[in-house]
């Protein structure tokens, strides 16, 4: 049996910058967020600028459908758009991962950077001069989705190669919070400046956050490949070995596995609108819709600054495991909630359970996958964050209008929880997975 299925990795030949020092933490520092890897400078720089394209992104992220709309009129034309994004990400992901790994990782983080900051600015000259055209906007998302399709991967395999092995839990924990933090800051912030300095502003603004990700990426050290991947060159094989690679290391494929059960049968987003409009009615539906949509990422915040009270855990796979099933609790508690700030709690809860979830899911793919391979790893991942809640909000609004609202989500939250006990018990590979 391969051992990287029990155990964590820990012959990646490249020097680590820094070493746990094991110092206990005391007091309020026992539950607040482990800063650890903060001390190693281009860790430092790195999620430094995120801080800032964390937002910058969320304001094109509210911007592109909003101009959309104004120009049709119409939310299917959202929708579509939405979806011809999805294509170019996919694609470009799972090339990115093989470039990723066959090229600097610096090199290829300034290319890609520098592309979607280009694109952000296009965005803003459009905008600017009033095309309106849903052609060109839908161009310009495929493009941009295509440069961040690319982008992902070596962005989050870089991070093996910047932070010990016994802190990727706490640099995850790091980088997670930020970006969800940006997904509850950046759509407020863009209904706040909209009225006042107009939608093209937002592009522009984006823009300009990503020289400050540029600038950071400048100053990262050389990422090249190890020797082994030297002569490799990113193509279609290359891309069959990654998924060949998951296959034949079980944690790896588990982690998938566990990611995908929790997204496609317990992300019930897609019935938000119905459940305001009908169940929490008397609450308000605008203030009830965007309570629905906030809870998820302010629970996943909240489990970010407390992050310190797991992200020193040793036991990846079981956390992995505690997180999918507190995760499938915590949803079904919301499909049976009648009352709007009860169904906030848990989906809330959920939130901190996700964030544990993404922190020791990156790390396991981080950590158990040989450093020739975490590109391949880190774009698969960045498919599978992307297109499972996509196929959630199929299989929810179908489910919600065969079985109702209540009955689909809270049924969702249960088979959530059956799954992943089940694989749990059927393939120890997961369970036994430590670092």
């Known amino acids: 049996m391969d051992t990287s299925e029990s155990t964590g990795s820990t012959t990646d030949p490249e020097p680590k910058t820094t070493e746990d020092t094991g110092e206990p933490r005391r ?73 990723a790994d066959t090229m600097d990782r610096r090199k ?33 998302l ?66 300009l956050a990503l020289c400050v990700t540029l600038w ?45 059960i929790a997204m496609v049968f317990g992300m019930p987003r897609a019935l938000f609108p119905q459940l305001a409009a009908e169940t929490y009615a008397p609450y308000g539906e605008g203030l009830a819709l965007g309570l629905l949509f906030a809870a998820i990422p302010i629970g996943a915040v909240v489990g970010g600054l407390f992050s310190g009270t797991f992200s020193r855990a040793r036991r990846h796979g079981w956390m992995v495991i505690g997180a999918v099933v507190a995760w499938g609790v915590a949803i079904t508690g919301f499909g049976l909630s009648r009352n709007l700030w009860m169904a906030v709690v848990f989906l809330a809860a959920a939130g901190v359970a996700d964030m544990v979830s993404m922190v020791f899911r990156g790390a396991i793919l981080l950590s158990a996958a040989t450093d020739e391979m975490r590109g391949r790893m880190q774009g698969v991942f960045t498919v599978v964050v992307a297109g499972g809640p996509r196929l959630a909000d199929v ?17 969702g939250g249960l088979l ?20």
């Open 108 to 140: 290829l983080l300034l290319i890609t950077n520098s592309g979607i900051a280009v694109t952000s600015v296009l965005f803003w000259v459009q905008a600017a001069a009033g095309l309106g055209s849903v052609a060109v906007l839908m161009v310009l």
């Open 27 to 99: 007091g309020w520092r026992r539950w607040a967020m482990d800063t650890r890897p903060l001390r190693i400078p281009a860790f430092r720089r790195l999620w430094s600028s995120t801080i800032v394209t964390a937002v910058g992104s969320q304001l094109t992220a509210v911007a592109v459908p909003k101009q959309i709309y104004d120009i049709t009129g119409s939310s299917a034309w959202v929708g579509a758009a939405s979806m011809a994004g999805l294509l170019p990400l996919i694609v470009f992901a799972l090339w990115g991962g093989a470039v």
């Open 395 to 411: 299989l929810h609004g179908t489910a919600g209008s065969a079985f109702g609202t209540r009955t689909a989500v809270a049924g």
């Open 142 to 207: 495929a493009v941009q989705q295509a440069f961040w399709g690319l982008n992902a991967p070596a962005r989050n395999a870089s991070i093996a190669r910047l932070v010990p092995a016994g802190e990727l839990a706490a640099a995850n924990a790091l980088g997670s919070t930020v970006m969800q933090t940006g997904q509850v800051v950046g759509p407020l912030l863009a209904g706040v400046l909209i009225p006042v300095i107009g939608l093209p502003e937002l592009y522009l603004i984006d823009a």
């Open 216 to 260: 950071a990426v400048f100053q990262l050290p050389a990422l090249p490949p190890l020797a082994s991947a030297v002569a490799r060159r990113a193509g279609w094989r290359e891309i069959v070995a990654g998924f060949r690679y998951i296959a034949l290391h079980k944690v790896l494929l588990l982690s998938f596995l566990a990611d995908i």
């Open 416 to 435: 959530v929880v059956v799954l992943m006990l089940t694989i749990a018990a059927a393939v120890p590979a997961l369970r036994r997975y430590r670092i």
